[in-house]
């Protein structure tokens, strides 16, 4: 079974700096990877996602991700992080996406001034 | 503008009383989901239906049904809600059941059961 690990549950950064947020998976073949964020009190909105292909994959708002398949890894980047980014990110993994889409349990991103 | 749409956004109900939350998208999607989120579980999937008429049990089905009468709607029926039920609840859908294709989530509603 599929199954996604987000190993922090919070990170604090400042604001300006970099973040990189964390994602494992485990699945047989080649899944299907989302990054997800939640802003407070809003649904979710898909940052990026990976099929297949290149393995950096650029989203929205200045966010990336690689898959790393020798480290069943889905680590998602920003070089430069702003206040608004404070929000909840999941990771989610999909063998195939009609289907359940398996989420971490999320990581809370803090931004400082 | 293509969108899923949830009602009520919040519900504050009692033990036993029957409620539904109802899901809509206009995006002509084939597959539809429903999801709770809670504190540090993420979200879990309750039910899914990959068309019209035909719907199947995700991770957390229990004390939930669900029904999907038109493509366009996808309701969720607590039949008898319990305390354990309190949650925020997403919809959620995606163009077909097959194939990579993201999900679109709706606002959530948050419902608590006293």
């Known amino acids: 079974a599929q199954s996604v690990t987000q190993p922090d549950i919070h990170i604090t950064v400042s604001e300006g700096a970099s973040l990189e947020l964390r994602c494992n998976y485990s699945y047989g073949a080649t899944p299907y990877l989302f990054w997800y964020v939640q802003s407070p009190g809003q649904g979710l909105q898909l940052l990026l996602k990976y099929f297949s292909g290149d393995t950096l994959v650029q989203g929205i708002k200045g966010f990336e991700a690689e898959f790393k398949r020798s480290q069943s890894s889905f680590n998602l980047r920003k070089p430069s992080v702003h206040w608004s980014d404070a929000a909840e990110y999941f990771c989610a993994v999909g063998a195939n996406s009609g289907y359940a889409l398996n989420f971490g349990k999320g990581t809370s991103l803090l931004v400082t001034p | ?114």
């Not at chain 2, 293509?2 to 998208?25: D, E, F, H, M, W």
């Open chain 2, 1 to 114: 503008e293509a969108q899923v749409t949830q009602n009520p956004r919040y519900l504050i109900t009692v033990t036993g009383k029957k409620l539904t939350v109802t899901c809509s998208q206009n995006m002509n999607h084939e597959y539809m989901s429903w999801y709770r989120q809670d504190p540090g579980l993420g979200l879990r999937q309750i039910y899914y239906s990959m068309n019209v008429e035909v719907t199947d049990k995700g991770d957390v089905p229990e004390g939930y049904k669900v029904s999907r009468k038109e493509k366009r709607n996808f309701p969720l029926i607590l039949e008898s809600p319990s305390p354990n039920q309190t949650s925020l609840y997403f919809c959620a859908s995606s163009l077909s059941h097959s194939g990579p294709n993201e999900q679109f989530f709706g606002p959530g509603t948050r419902l608590t059961v006293l």
